[in-house]
């Protein structure tokens, strides 16, 4: 001290300074306190409650120990003394820990607080000086702030905040201040000065605390208004999102291919509806909302018991398959329904999808026609074969009669009319099983005059029906074109068709020409009519698929796409031209055949055998095995006429008992047959006896079945199609018997 007096400065403060000292004090503790409690509120942090505490018993114990200086010394103050500096210390050193986040439990605090209770008993009853009562407990309280400081000094390593610096460096002051105060205390010109430091301190750690709380505050701003612009951003691309979302839901609601309509409720009233609905409905949007969709719906099935409720008009809506829809214009389409209830504008709607079905309907009639051809094709099949058997009775008889028998001039005559129809009733059968049938798409040299006439012998009817005229202008000597009959056959009996239908409703007589012409390489057949024709408008049309000026189920509207596109298989073209009769015409052009000099002047190649002029006949034994005994009786007839002997059964089986003790120079075989057909007896046969394979000849009406050709194709054995003439039976018999050079065979004619 003689120092500092040397130099002039004077550290010791009076006692008339210790009233003042006191009285800055308690007011910076309190000031410690408010901030605290306010900073507790304003936080919600569980420490700050905590050290409000430790200040408030810190204010107390001012309050005690300078309150009443008379009772400063007695047992009882002191005690009330140091427990409640202790109690202090304690409430400083917890809140310590739980601003580190130190899990501390309550009961351990309550019991040392109770041990400083005690020891403040102790040290005011039975400890002889002050000093060793205070030291230990303002230890403690040095080492409460030391604890406090470290803890601000470890936030302030994570958080670079000045208030917590400045805390740290508090809090180590105010320990040191603490762990010094006993012994300053001994003087009263130190207790004074003791009572400012600690003004000075704590209020130190006020405005240090305050800071903290305001970079805190700060910080926490900072980072609010960096979430906030972060949320304002997502905000804006979920707009962005949303945005575009609407555009595309709006985009694919406009562009949809169904029709959907979006209706209130309660009424039906539309509310929103697409480009496809406005075309369906024949409304725009603008009117849309003055319709509802019950007006436009030709319900059935209703009756008496009409909906009621506006859920059982939605169920009877969507329970209709289908639902025709009755446009404003007056147009009727058939759709198929389907709904839900959906938000629309915040309110409930119904929203409806309705698929067009008119193709589909149409297709479903098509396939029906199809399933109704083919099993007419098998019909017909059956009905063939069993007609071609008495047919070739008659023609057999016929032809024996005629060729062995001397007649009556009429008579005579009055048989070959019967035969000149039985030929044409042989040839009508032919004709309806080669349409029937589905033959596999193949090329051969056809006359599109013979193709034309055969069609006309089976359209006949249809024309007498139809009241109309038909004219056929055929040219001679037409050159053959390559090409698959049954397809042109379709093509030409489709055309036929389109004319007949388009001359039903017509006031005058239907006249129909059908000719073929032939120029410059090319072969041109014309189908022409006295209808009403094509209207020029829809002449780039008429060609397109599923269009047709028929009404729905009369077409199919497929008809002039098939044609088009077998014409372009066929490297040809089909095109439309005013008739000269009036109406429509439509000629289909070919590029004739290339063909060798000998083939020019032959016949279309047929698996129907030819009859030679002049065969050379042999004598020997054959077995005819027809199922039918009087076929096989009237082929035994004319074999006997030829000069074969000849054995009849009518049982494969016995067949091939008889071949088992006999050798046959030919077997005639039918094909069709119950039990073992003709390709199972074929096999059976060779199977006994090699050498039979090439002395078979098969008997069929059903030439054109594909599985029978194919097998007589893979034999290359002969066959006879029913009904047959005596000279293919000549023919046939001779060729297979001269084929296997048979010794004993004698040459002969008939």
């Given at each position: 001290m003689h120092f500092l007096d040397a130099i002039g400065i004077n550290l010791y403060f009076t006692r008339e300074y210790l009233q003042a000292g006191v009285l800055v004090s308690l007011l910076t503790v309190?000031?410690?306190?408010?901030?605290?409690?306010?900073?507790?509120?304003?936080?919600?942090?569980?420490?700050?409650?905590?050290?409000?505490?430790?200040?408030?018993?810190y204010a107390l114990w001012i309050t005690i120990s300078f309150g009443s200086q008379g009772n400063r010394r007695e047992p009882p103050m002191l005690m009330l003394e140091q427990w409640c500096i202790g109690v202090s210390a304690v409430f400083l050193l917890w809140g310590s820990l739980s601003f580190l986040g130190e899990q501390v439990?309550?009961?351990?605090?309550?019991?040392?607080?109770?041990?400083?209770?005690?020891?403040?008993?102790?040290?005011?009853?039975?400890?002889r000086g002050r000093m060793q009562m205070q030291v230990p407990v303002f230890s403690l309280i040095a080492a409460a702030s030391a604890v406090t400081g470290a803890s601000f000094f470890k936030y302030r390593r994570k958080h670079r905040y000045i208030g917590a610096t400045l805390l740290t460096l508090g809090f180590f002051l105010w320990g040191a201040y603490m762990a010094s105060y006993p012994f300053m205390e001994s003087s009263e010109d130190l207790t004074s000065l003791a009572l400012f430091i600690s003004a000075g301190l704590q209020l130190m750690l006020a405005v240090s605390m305050i800071i903290l709380v305001l970079e805190e505050v700060r910080q926490t701003h900072e980072l609010t208004l960096r979430e906030v612009q972060i949320r304002r951003a997502e905000i804006d691309v979920l707009q962005t999102k949303v945005v575009s979302t609407e555009e595309r839901y709006r985009t694919l609601f406009e562009q949809a291919g169904e029709a959907i309509v979006i209706t209130a409720i309660e009424d039906f009233r539309i509310l929103e509806l697409n480009q496809a609905a406005q075309r369906l409905l024949g409304i725009n949007h603008t009117e849309a909302g003055r319709h509802c969709l019950t007006a436009f719906c030709q319900l059935r099935n209703v009756g008496s018991a009409a909906p009621e409720t506006h859920q059982e008009w939605f169920e009877l809506l969507c329970r209709q398959r289908p639902l025709n829809l009755v446009s404003k214009a007056g147009g009727l389409t058939p759709v198929e329904v389907n709904g839900s209830e959906v938000g629309f504008d915040g309110r409930s709607a119904y929203q409806f999808f309705m698929s067009e079905i008119t193709e589909r309907t149409r297709l479903e009639q098509q396939l029906r026609q199809s399933e109704k051809l083919s099993a007419l094709g098998q019909m017909i099949s059956g009905v063939a074969h069993e007609l071609n058997n008495p047919l070739a009775v008659v023609k057999g008889y016929l032809?024996?009669?005629?060729?062995?028998?001397?007649?009556?001039?009429?008579?005579r005559v009055d048989l070959e009319k019967v035969a000149h129809e039985s030929n044409r009733a042989a040839k009508l059968v032919m004709n309806f099983l080669s349409f029937a049938r589905d033959q596999p798409a193949h090329r051969e040299l056809v006359n599109l005059s013979e193709l034309v006439e055969r069609l006309v012998e089976v359209r006949k009817f249809d024309l007498l029906v139809a009241k109309a005229e038909l004219t056929v202008d055929l040219a001679p000597q037409l050159p053959r074109v390559s090409a698959d009959p049954d397809q042109v056959q379709q093509l030409i009996i489709n055309l036929v068709n389109n004319a007949l239908q388009a001359m039903v409703n017509s006031e005058r007589v239907g006249r129909l020409r059908i000719s073929t012409r032939s120029t410059e390489g090319r072969v041109r057949l014309t189908v022409e009519d006295n209808g009403p024709g094509v209207p020029p408008e829809l002449l780039n049309k008429i060609f397109e698929p599923f269009f047709t000026t028929k009404e729905v189920g009369a077409g199919t509207g497929l008809g002039l796409s098939i044609a088009h596109s077998i014409m372009t298989e066929h490297k040809g073209r089909i095109c439309y031209q005013a008739a000269a009769l009036g109406g429509a015409a439509f000629v289909l052009e070919f590029p004739a055949a290339q063909v060798r000099g000998d083939e020019a002047s032959g016949e279309t190649t047929t698996l129907l055998p030819k009859a030679a002029a002049a065969v050379p006949v042999c004598v020997g034994r054959i077995l005819v095995l027809d199922d039918e005994k009087s076929i096989a009786e009237m082929l035994s007839e004319m074999l006997g006429l030829l000069g074969y002997q000849t054995m009849v059964c009518h049982a494969a089986a016995q067949a091939l008992e008889l071949i088992q003790g006999r050798t046959f120079d030919v077997i005639i075989s039918d094909f069709r047959m119950p039990g073992i057909n003709g390709e199972q007896f074929y096999k059976l046969a060779v199977k006994q006896q090699p050498e039979l394979a090439r002395r078979i000849i098969f008997l069929t009406g059903d030439v054109v079945n594909e599985d029978t050709l194919n097998f007589l194709q893979a034999t290359g054995n002969p066959h006879l199609a029913k009904p047959f003439q005596l000279a293919d039976v000549r023919s046939a018999v001779a060729e297979v018997i001269q084929a296997n050079s048979c010794p004993e065979s004698v040459a002969g004619g008939v």
């Open positions: 309190w000031v410690l306190v408010g901030l605290f409690y306010y900073l507790n509120r304003y936080t919600k942090r569980r420490y700050f409650t905590i050290w409000t505490t430790a200040w408030l018993f439990r309550s009961s351990m605090f309550g019991w040392f607080l109770a041990f400083l209770l005690v020891w403040s008993y102790i040290g005011a009853y039975h400890l032809e024996l009669i005629l060729a062995h028998h001397d007649l009556e001039p009429q008579t």
